[in-house]
């Protein structure tokens, strides 16, 4: 089997398997209980959180845990929106977001908020001139991924930080989703940081959002204690435990694995560009551990499939799109055939060159048959 998804999600590293089966035998109690059990297991939530709080730059009091990088999403755009919708009711975001940003704020722009979509530049970057003559008095939020999920493509976070800056009365919230463990961002000027370990070797069903002290948020979950009053519910304590492993593993050695997967990136480029009918929509402002193409008259589905018969396994889009066009590629091109044919390859640094030939030996043989077909 040769897994190329790496972006959809990761299998969990042995370590954070290892801790979350520790941590689920040893902390039997509920984290919110006021017996011996229950504190002690509270007290290993802290010093998770404390470890996590580290790694990221944050306090401790300043995080809190969602089932997902979906809700922190949701939290951090809907708590903003609906805490301060007396200052104002304008929110603006990129043509590059995950679903769960998109689809939280036409929900929003269905009840009231107004909703601005910001102007990238031509290598599918934030046009930060655009944003200046977006934001208005009534601009409450400005919300942008760090890295897109289908192409790649690396925001600049740091210098839309620094402009909002100058905005006191408007949040910066990040989706870090595909970036963290991946590559060095400084999110100083950032309010809000959206992540879910499973995309760097943790758990699934676990999500974080960093929201700075000075915030308030709306809760999307009301009712009962938990380690914070914006999110609802029992603690999930092995999961919490097996995050800050993950992301103390995934923070290691970043530059060298970065290398790594570069190295593979380039590769890769180079082979399937020289086939007629693909275009590489993924370019230099792209994270290496993503590789978006298209294939020309040949149905994604079809190729994708044709690749899973020889155990190949990569995807079309993200994999929480419901659409079957490209949001980014379109955006970036403005060609649908092109946005309809997408397909993506993320590589890790656990990919081996091996694995690499023999993706390219399946992706020749399946493309050569199917261009026959055609």
């Known amino acids: 089997m040769v897994y190329l998804d790496y972006s959809a999600t990761t299998q969990p590293a042995d370590e954070v398997l290892e801790s979350f089966v520790e941590a689920s035998k040893r902390f039997i109690g509920n984290p919110n209980s006021l ?18 709080g580290e790694l990221i730059g944050a306090k401790t009091n300043e995080i809190i845990y969602t089932s997902s ?30 679903p769960s940003v998109y689809e939280t704020v036409k ?77 060095n961002i400084d999110y100083e000027n950032v309010d809000l940081i959206s992540f879910s370990p499973h995309k760097f070797y943790g758990m699934k069903g676990i999500g974080v959002l960093v929201k700075r002290t000075k915030i308030e948020l709306e809760p999307t979950i009301h009712g009962g204690k938990s380690t914070t009053k914006y999110r609802s519910g029992t603690p999930a304590l092995p999961l919490i435990v097996s995050t800050a492993k993950a992301l103390r593993l995934a923070l290691t050695n970043v530059d060298k694995k970065y290398k790594m997967i ?10 399937l560009s020289k086939y007629a009918d693909v275009l590489i929509n993924s370019n230099n402002n792209s994270i290496p551990h993503i590789l978006n193409i298209s294939v020309a008259n040949i149905k994604p589905e079809t190729l994708l ?65 199917l261009v026959n077909l055609k």
């Open 305 to 369: 499939h044709a690749l899973e018969e020889q155990y190949i396994f990569i995807s079309t889009q993200t994999a929480c799109s419901g659409s079957k066009e490209s949001k980014e590629v379109m955006a970036m091109y403005n060609d649908k055939p092109r946005a309809l044919s997408t397909l993506r390859i993320s590589v890790s640094y656990l990919t081996t060159n091996e694995e690499v030939e023999k993706f390219l030996l399946a992706f020749d043989m399946v493309y050569k048959r």
């Open 69 to 98: 990088a979906s809700e922190s999403n949701n939290l951090a755009i809907k708590g903003v929106a609906l805490k301060y919708k007396n200052r104002g009711n304008h929110i603006i975001i990129t043509s590059m977001e995950h």
């Open 107 to 183: 929900f929003l722009g269905a009840n009231g908020f107004k909703v601005s979509v910001v102007s990238l530049d031509e290598y599918g970057r934030v046009d930060l001139n655009s944003l200046k003559k977006l934001i208005t008095d009534k601009t409450i939020l400005v919300s942008v991924c760090a890295v897109s999920s289908e192409v790649g493509i690396i925001q600049p976070i740091e210098e839309i930080g620094v402009l909002l800056k100058k905005h006191p009365k408007c949040f910066f919230h990040v989706d870090a989703t595909q970036a963290i463990g991946k590559i």
């Open 262 to 271: 570069e190295m593979n990136n380039i590769y890769l480029k180079s082979k």
């Open 35 to 52: 017996h011996k059990l229950g504190v002690e297991a509270s007290d290993m939530i802290n010093k998770a959180s404390e470890q996590i």
